[in-house]
């Protein structure tokens, strides 16, 4: 058996063990990449007329606001369990609480702090196409790990494959037959370059895909290439922050502690959105996250406050520190989710994911093609020889 036919075994057997799970992946990727634009025009409570000049209300206002929006729920048992103002012309969502039901979420105008929608659930369209491209809607512990470690097999199928396209002569017809789909051709043909030529042009933007997503889902993986791209030196692991209960009598927390931290942040007016993450338990921190750049999230800088006194204690946490001051690995390390998704470079490179993910997405179905068309070719000539 030559190299080349031990990979072709390979890669069928490869492409066997993985096809559900790439093309689940693959669909669902391809289905996220155009998500703000088609929110854009499926869901308009997200929007608002911007209002140049007016300066969005302020946490404990919205807050107030909210609670006089669902008339018969007492307003104690509303709470508001996170904010987050997403820039100009955008509403306001937060995310919050009644009695013990689950976390529902509201979106209203900063301006006015009028309900656009509420009692909106968290899980939406998107949200469950997300669920899927990461943990193929199981638990987190158990969808995690068989998505990473098929997605592991993905990246071997597409080295193999490359080797499988690689044409035997580099002379005009070799080059022909593997760069370009042959559309007149039989259905067996065209399946073939679909496949062949296809896959080919989508490996070298899926492999950038695989690679920041395997740094996702995968810390062994992120961390490898942490050590890759920094020479030789681990990443900081994730250090939780908390709150100090020691020096004070814990009372809970209250959304109008907000009020001075997103104050001090207006004023800057370097912010494209402010998020706040509140406290889930008494020694929490309080999260806030800024984003400055519209768009993108790897120049998002994590402030972390005592919820008790709001002192900073941003400095505790692995992620201190902003975009501009971090070296190449942890740049690249910030910058991953935006590449991988295709955001990084805006419409263009949204396209481009979208396309790889799309023709990874076909790559099982026309493989398996492949195989059944072969099949049936060996079995017919066994059935003729024997007549």
Request: glycine share 8%; charged share 15%.
């Amino acid at each position: 058996m030559t190299f080349k036919q031990l990979t072709l075994v390979l890669h069928r057997w490869l492409g066997f063990s993985s096809g559900l799970v790439v093309f689940i992946v693959g669909i669902t990727g391809c289905t996220l990449a155009f998500r703000d634009e088609i929110e854009h025009y499926t869901k308009p409570c997200l929007f608002v007329k911007e209002q140049s000049g007016k300066t969005a209300l302020a946490p404990s206002v919205l807050d107030s606001l909210l609670k006089k929006t669902l008339p018969g729920v007492p307003a104690d048992s509303i709470r508001m369990s996170g904010l987050q103002y997403p820039g100009p012309g955008r509403s306001v969502i937060v995310n919050y609480n009644i009695g013990t039901k689950s976390v529902f979420r509201a979106y209203l105008d900063p301006y006015t702090g009028k309900a656009i929608a509420v009692n909106q659930p968290i899980i939406d369209f998107f949200s469950w196409v997300e669920h899927g491209h990461r943990w193929l809607w199981f638990s987190f512990q158990i969808g995690r790990p068989i998505q990473s470690s098929f997605i592991l097999v993905f990246l071997l199928l597409m080295i193999s494959g490359i080797i499988l396209w690689w044409p035997k002569r580099w002379n005009k017809t070799g080059r022909k037959k593997s760069l370009t789909v042959s559309w007149r051709s039989k259905w067996r043909r065209l399946n073939y370059d679909l496949h062949n030529v296809l896959g080919f042009y989508m490996t070298w933007v899926a492999l950038i895909i695989v690679i920041t997503g395997l740094c996702i889902s995968s810390p062994w993986f992120q961390g490898g290439v942490y050590w890759l791209t920094s020479g030789g030196q681990q990443a900081k692991p994730f250090k939780p922050v908390f709150s100090d209960t020691t020096n004070v009598a814990p009372i809970p927390f209250s959304v109008k502690r907000l009020d001075s931290l997103w104050f001090n942040q207006i004023r800057t007016g370097n912010q494209a959105s402010i998020t706040y993450f509140f406290p889930a338990a008494k020694n929490t921190a309080l999260l806030e996250m800024v984003n400055t750049s519209p768009g993108n999230t790897y120049k998002r800088v994590f402030h972390y406050y005592d919820q008790y006194t709001l002192a900073d204690i941003s400095a505790q946490s692995s992620f201190y520190g902003t975009y501009e001051q971090s070296g190449t690995a942890d740049k690249l390390r910030r910058m991953n989710i935006d590449i991988h998704m295709g955001v990084i470079g805006g419409l263009p490179t949204k396209t481009l994911a979208f396309l790889a993910s799309l023709i990874a997405a076909s790559l099982p179905i026309t493989g398996f093609c492949i195989w059944w068309n072969k099949r049936n070719k060996t079995t017919k000539k066994h059935s003729n020889h024997n007549t």
